[in-house]
């Protein structure tokens, strides 16, 4: 069974009590089960995992790379919490492994302050969903799981038997 790599960046622990006019009242807890319940209806299993450190996240993704082109592991859902704005070494990170990425963020970030407007993620991203609260995480599976199933099906002039 394929897996679904669920990253969370800082301060999303605190999900439920942080800001809750901006992030609901959702905790980690449920996020991770909503992803564990889409993942199932799509035969996928996840793997959920939240950090605080820049480096802890840029070590997983540098991981998820070869688990993916292995075949064990479809992609990576990652909502970089502030990192999104500062962290050209998260965008390195997945560029460098060629690693499908749907970054998520649970508020719509261009309605909030200019700083958020910017994301260093985004162009190393395979997708993006904003805005929708915790709803986006099984929305980025959706499309995850979408976009390699479509990419998969495409025969290469290699499958093709071409010469
Ligand atoms: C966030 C948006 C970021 O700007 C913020 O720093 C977060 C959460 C979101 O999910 O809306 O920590 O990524």
């Known amino acids: 069974m394929r897996t679904v790599l669920v990253l969370n960046g800082p301060n999303l622990n605190l999900l439920g009590t942080r800001e809750p006019g901006i992030y609901g009242s959702a905790t980690l807890a449920d996020v991770e089960r ?4 889409e993942a199932g209806k799509l035969g996928l ?8 450190h820049e ?8 991981e998820a790379g070869p688990e993916c082109a292995a075949g064990r592991l479809l992609g990576v859902v990652l909502n970089p919490g ?3 704005h500062t962290s050209l070494a998260l965008h390195d990170a997945i560029k460098a492994v060629a690693l499908p ?3 998520v963020h649970i508020s719509n970030v261009h309605a909030r302050e200019e700083v ?3 994301s260093f993620v985004s162009p190393a991203a395979l997708g993006i969903v904003v805005g929708f609260g915790v709803a986006g ?3 980025a599976i959706r499309g995850l799981y979408d976009a390699v199933r479509s ?3 495409i025969p290469t002039s290699a499958s093709e038997g071409g010469s």
């Not at 909503?34 to 319940?37: F, I, V």
């Open 34 to 37: 909503m992803c564990h319940d």
């Open 45 to 52: 299993q996840v793997d959920f995992r939240q950090s605080n």
């Open 55 to 62: 480096g802890q996240l840029i070590d997983w993704i540098q």
């Open 82 to 84: 502030a990192l999104t």
């Open 101 to 103: 990425v749907v970054e």
């Open 116 to 118: 958020r407007r910017h």
């Open 137 to 139: 995480y099984p929305l």
């Open 151 to 153: 990419a998969e099906a």
